[in-house]
């Protein structure tokens, strides 16, 4: 299962159901029937895994700047 897919993170949903429903039918997962509803599946993920790290970005970039000027404040502070 995908790290994704047991957080609470609906975006793919549809595509985990596609996929799902797929592999029910039978030996068409094991002869490549399912393939490209696992790769819409992984596009989708990758998408998503991509707009997170672009959030982390935005919040450690936020962080650090808190904590330079925290740093500086103390550093004044002590001289």
Known sequence: MHPQASEKRLACKEFFEA???????GLRKYWGGCN?????LNRC?????????AQNRVE??????????AWAALKAELE
Do not use: I, V
């Not at 996929?19 to 039918?25: M, V």
């Open 19 to 25: 996929l799902e429903a797929c592999h029910e039918n």
């Open 36 to 40: 490209q509803y696992k790769w819409d």
């Open 45 to 53: 993920l990758h998408g998503e895994s991509t707009k997170r790290a």
């Open 60 to 69: 450690a970039k936020a962080r650090r700047e808190r904590a330079d000027k």
